[in-house]
């Protein structure tokens, strides 16, 4: 596997599916007059499917893909939600919350298990069955299991959670 490579693509095709459910989204959100939502999710599913297509560890379209998906949230939180009534606007709020310590904990265990071997010849601190910090080396279960385990973890959390929340959030605030 080229070491440019992060995620391989027979795990990372996954995310690409969940960029059309992004597509899907911007397209309802559009209807509900949410137009820069709308065309930022719809730029943001373009880039996501581009990334996940071939998952680097740095590139370009990977660096567009997290600028849009901060403007993004960004653009929703401070703008978008202010027209949700406050009950939905503190659940947005929560579960971009929520977003961020998920991303913050899979992209740190994809670090210690795929991307750097730190603890060389010795055991992390911090091991359980699922959430080691030992890193794993490439061909073993291990490393399979890292890499399915980051690729559903971000689809489910960072692709479908937030999408779904903003829906419901847009859809009960009419």
């Not at 406050?86 to 298990?113: D, G, K, S």
Request: aromatic letters at 20%; hydrophobic letters at 45%; charged letters at 10%.
């Amino acid at each position: 596997m080229d070491d440019a490579i992060l995620i391989p693509p027979n795990v990372s095709i996954y995310g690409c599916y969940s960029s059309g459910y992004i597509l899907g989204a911007s397209t309802i959100a559009g209807l509900y007059q949410y137009y820069i939502t709308a065309i930022l999710g719809g730029l943001l599913s373009i880039t996501s499917y581009f990334n996940w297509k071939n998952v680097m560890k740095y590139n370009w379209i990977k660096n567009l893909d997290i600028m849009l998906a901060c403007l993004m949230i960004l653009y929703i939180s401070l703008v978008d939600s202010a027209s949700f009534h406050p009950t939905y606007r503190r659940i947005w709020f929560a579960t971009v919350c929520f977003m961020i310590a998920v991303f913050t904990v899979n992209e740190v265990l994809l670090y210690y298990q795929v991307k750097k071997p730190v603890y060389i010849n010795k055991e992390s601190i911090f091991t359980s069955p699922y959430f080691s910090t030992n890193y794993t080396y490439p061909g073993t279960p291990q490393r399979a299991y890292a890499y399915y385990r980051s690729t559903w973890t971000h689809i489910f959390f960072i692709h479908l959670l937030p999408v779904s929340v903003l829906l419901y959030c847009i859809y009960k605030s009419q």
